[in-house]
């Protein structure tokens, strides 16, 4: 069996004892198996709270993935085009700081983002703003996401941690 079809079959299987309408697909796109999920009327179930059930979902598939195949299996759920939206926001949230530091010439830290949602922001900052740069600090809960000057960062000597 293709690994596609494998990856739906896992996916429909934990998804049938989360949901009682849906439909899965997967589509390898370059080395990232995207698992597209659309359901009527139980998204926010597997979305959850600030997208964290669609995480914890995502963990759990790569976790039986690897499992399965002996090695990691790289993953994104998508629901409803909930991806699309979360990327829209964090743009948003994106330009709004990158703005205001080359408004006060201050950095700005933002906290609360998972990885993603740091890459994200990252990128979109790095391709519309070339005057600044994007680094992570701290640990675990406490990482967050520093936009500054890219003359700022060099002053300071900041090590350039990206997600």
Known sequence: ??????????AREVL????????????????VYQIVITTEDEASTIIGRHGETIRAFQKILEVMLFKEYGEAVKILVDVNDYRAKQRERLEYIAKQHADKVVETNAPAYLRG???????????YI??????LTTYSLGDGKDRRLVVTLK???????????KD
């Open 16 to 31: 049938s004892r989360m949901l009682s309408q849906f439909e899965v697909s997967v589509e390898p796109v370059e080395d």
């Open 113 to 123: 983002f998972s990885s993603y949602e740091r890459k994200i922001i990252h990128e």
């Open 151 to 161: 003359s700022e960062a060099d002053a300071q000597h900041h090590p350039f941690i």
């Open 126 to 131: 790095t391709s519309n703003y070339e005057e």
């Open 1 to 10: 069996m293709e690994k596609a079809t494998e990856i739906q079959t896992i």
